[in-house]
């Protein structure tokens, strides 16, 4: 099974950038898709930025052209980098694998927007 771990949350300024890395062990990375969702207290995990084992990339409309998802498979890792930060940016994000449908999850690292 594949584990994930994410890394680089913290608190920032409005129109700061942050950059998420989320590293795999126990699988072979280049298969899955990877993902990287967001949760607020209260609210369903939505969907950030994915990019598939073909880097294929989708973003949610609200981090479009601000946030950028790309994948190392030299180095087991996925990355999100988030760029003018909004308060609405604040949530805890966490890193997915998908393969033929089974979700695997990371623990998260949160992510504060706030001046």
């Known amino acids: 099974q594949v584990q994930l771990a994410e890394s680089g949350g913290g608190s920032v300024q409005p129109g700061g950038s942050l950059k998420l890395s989320c590293a795999a062990s126990?699988?072979?990375?280049?298969?899955?898709?990877m993902g990287w969702y967001r949760q607020v207290p209260g609210k369903q995990r939505e969907l950030v930025a994915s990019i598939t084992s073909e880097r294929r990339t989708n973003y949610a409309e609200s981090v479009n052209g601000r946030f950028t998802i790309s994948r190392d498979n030299a180095k087991n890792t996925v990355y999100l980098q988030m760029n003018s930060l909004k308060p609405e940016d604040t949530a805890a994000y966490f890193c997915?694998?998908?393969?033929?449908?089974?979700?695997?999850w990371g623990q998260g690292t949160q992510v504060t927007v706030s001046s």
């Open positions: 997915n694998a998908r393969f033929r449908a089974v979700d695997r």
């Open positions: 126990g699988a072979v990375f280049s298969i899955f898709d």
